[in-house]
């Protein structure tokens, strides 16, 4: 039986807002059996702030810089392996689950076992902390990529997961692989589900389960589609990673079709109407060469 015991929290954190990183423990510490939180480079402060203002009972390990997000999930993990545990639920820093959200996702992971699915990985309904709108899942389908809405408590098979409160069984991480770090934060999520996929595994969307999060700075509509602003280094790993997946044969044929259009949106919002222009057109372009290249891993000095 699967419970709250056999679960370990990821938390991956860098220069965290201290009160939204609080928020978060306090949440998660009766969810789980143990909270790791490894912080990529903010320096000596977050031990300290554990000690002082969030209790004891979570683990800290502290890398010597940003490593990316890929990696620091990859370290929790294998931490939360060498702890004991069977699942793992990782987390951003601004993210905040609902009570019993882990509690749901254990409930559904058991129902799908119980009727002989392979589970690969099961995530909550994101809420956006702005609009407190849910946001879509991308429905799993072969001839489209359709984004749709559960109804109140369906289990959606889905295309791909957020890896924000995404419950891992560490069986599958160690049979399909850890996140490809090489990637570093963008695409993480998409590569790994589509890998996943691809091994005969099935990704789930509970709604029962939610999660406060924000994706971007702000929201703005551009052409009918929503676009996440970010800033210029982060839509730099964003053109990269995309061009990047494009090449890799677990990625679905239907998203190929369709990410040509974010791309290009991306590339003239960017370029014409966000601001400051010129350092995104400068760092979107090199982007495109570096995922046409397939040049990966952290952005050199030269590019920020």
């Known amino acids: 039986m ?24 306090e949440r998660l510490r009766p969810q789980v059996a143990s909270i790791v939180a490894v912080d990529n480079g903010s320096g000596p402060f977050l031990p300290e702030f554990l000690a002082t203002r969030a209790g004891a009972g979570i683990h800290v390990i502290s890398l010597p810089g940003n490593t990316g997000v890929a990696n620091a999930v990859n370290v ?16 951003d820093q601004d993210s905040l689950p609902a009570p019993d959200m882990v509690a749901c996702l254990l ?43 559960p109804v109140v408590g369906e ?6 997961l957020i ?14 692989g850890p996140m490809l770090a090489e990637l570093f934060i963008d695409g993480v999520d998409l590569e790994w589900s589509w890998r996943c996929r691809a091994a005969g595994f099935r990704l789930y969307g509970i709604e029962r389960a939610s999660l ?18 970010h800033g210029p280094l982060r839509q730099y790993y964003i053109l990269r990673n995309t061009l990047y997946l494009r090449t890799l044969d ?4 239907a998203w190929r079709r369709v990410c040509w259009r974010g791309l290009l949106m991306r590339l003239v919002f960017f370029s014409l109407f966000a601001s ?17 290249t397939g040049r990966l891993g952290p952005a050199a000095s030269g590019v920020k």
Not at 4 to 25: C, G, I, K, R
Not at 84 to 90: D, N, Q, R
């Open 276 to 292: 400051p222009r010129f350092e995104y057109c400068r760092l979107m372009l090199l982007g495109v060469k570096h995922g046409l």
């Open 2 to 25: 699967i419970n709250a015991e056999s679960v370990v929290a990821v938390v991956v954190t860098y220069h965290p807002d201290l009160d939204a990183l609080s928020a978060l423990f």
């Open 107 to 149: 409930a559904a992971y058991a129902q799908l076992q119980q009727d002989g699915v392979r589970v690969g990985a099961l995530g909550p309904l994101q809420i956006d902390r702005r609009s407190q709108l849910p946001t879509p899942f991308v429905a799993a389908a072969e001839k489209g990529w359709k984004r749709v809405l």
């Open 250 to 253: 677990h990625s679905p044929a």
């Open 155 to 160: 289990v959606l098979e889905v295309d791909h």
């Open 76 to 91: 929790g993990m294998q931490w939360a392996r060498q702890a004991g545990a069977t699942m793992v639920v990782t987390f």
């Open 163 to 176: 890896t924000s409160g995404c419950l891992f069984p560490l069986a599958v991480i160690e049979q399909i």
């Open 212 to 229: 406060l999060h924000a994706i971007g700075d702000r929201i703005v509509s551009f052409c009918g589609r929503q676009l996440h602003l």
